[in-house]
């Protein structure tokens, strides 16, 4: 008797085009989902359990073309299967749908609070994250959770995401050198994860006084008559 593979006739993320060829028209599209996956990095160094997707399709419909967020985070799926990566997130090859879904909002509008929104509930990501750091009046930042097919916006800055482990908010920090307010992970304390230039600096200015209290030691011990050189 012949087995049947339903699985086996869907293409597989290998044929299926890797992106929808739309260009940013915000660097910050880009930038704000790679600071996340890079804090993600430094969050969980031993895990390999995750994956977080920048600009990437996935598709979810072998007939549709695939969605594509700025950013998106699943949980319990391979981090990488090779060298070569992944070319786009396949729910029939990865068979976990992404806990987290992130839109930055652009001046050219793309339906982040309509359309997209409406998207992503009927196929049921957990959280939908939107940044329009355009606003004034309203939150910039806002963080849906699915209840009953239906998003509810959660309140806090940052809000905590107890599927995940982590909390999200938004906060003034340097970047690749760039000082302004960006989105970061925090722990259950509402600490936020430090990038690693933030972390290099820290450590310079905690040696450059380590270096400052030994020269005030030296110097003390030369008032007393003590040359620092002979003690060691």
């Known amino acids: 008797m012949l087995n049947y593979d339903p699985l086996a006739c869907l293409p597989s993320s290998e044929e299926l085009p ?109 959280y939908y994250v939107v940044y329009n750091p355009f606003r004034r009046r309203k939150p910039r930042l806002e963080v849906y959770k699915l209840v009953n097919n239906v998003y509810e916006l959660h309140d806090g800055n940052p809000v905590w995401l107890p599927e995940i482990g982590l909390g999200i908010g938004i906060e003034r920090g340097t970047y690749l050198g760039i000082p302004r307010e960006w989105i970061y992970w925090y722990n259950q304390q509402g600490q936020r994860f430090l990038t690693a230039e933030e972390d290099k600096k820290i450590a310079q200015q905690e040696a450059q006084q380590a270096q400052q209290e030994v020269q005030v030691l030296r110097e003390r011990l030369r008032s007393l008559g003590i040359d620092p050189d002979s003690l060691t």
């Open 18 to 126: 890797d992106s929808d060829d739309t260009p940013v028209d915000n660097e910050l599209q880009d930038l704000i989902p790679g600071l996340l996956k890079a804090l993600l990095a430094m969050a969980w160094p031993e895990r390999m359990d995750w994956f977080f997707g920048v600009d990437m399709g996935i598709y979810y419909d072998p007939d549709l073309p695939a969605i594509v967020p700025d950013g998106f985070l699943s949980l319990g799926v391979e981090r990488f299967y090779d060298e070569n990566l992944r070319p786009s997130y396949v729910l029939w090859e990865e068979k976990k749908l992404p806990i987290l879904a992130l839109e930055v909002v652009s001046k050219t509008y793309r339906g982040e609070y309509s359309t997209k929104k409406v998207e992503y509930a009927r196929l049921g990501f957990l």
